[in-house]
């Protein structure tokens, strides 16, 4: 495997950890029964505000969240 494989894996590695970071941020909010608003998730878990905006995966679980307040 060469260096920029492993960098690759590594990234992808990351950005999955960050993704579940902010899909149990986002459950332990409904659970709570707290509103949910990026700046909040941004805080609970220290990601940036475009990570929020722009992950598909994470945006449509903060849309999913917010019709179920």
């Known amino acids: 495997m060469s260096k920029y494989d492993k960098m ?15 899909l149990q941020a986002i459950q332990d909010m409904l659970a709570n029964k707290e509103r949910i608003t990026v700046p909040k998730l941004m805080k609970k878990t ?3 505000r475009g990570f929020f905006y722009k ?3 994470v945006r449509s679980e903060i849309d999913r969240a917010l019709e179920q307040q």
Do not use: D, T, V
Not at 10 to 19: A, D, M, V
């Open 55 to 57: 992950n598909p995966i």
């Open 46 to 48: 220290g990601l940036s």
């Open 8 to 22: 690759i894996e590594e990234n992808q590695r990351k950005s999955k950890e960050k993704i579940e970071l902010a």
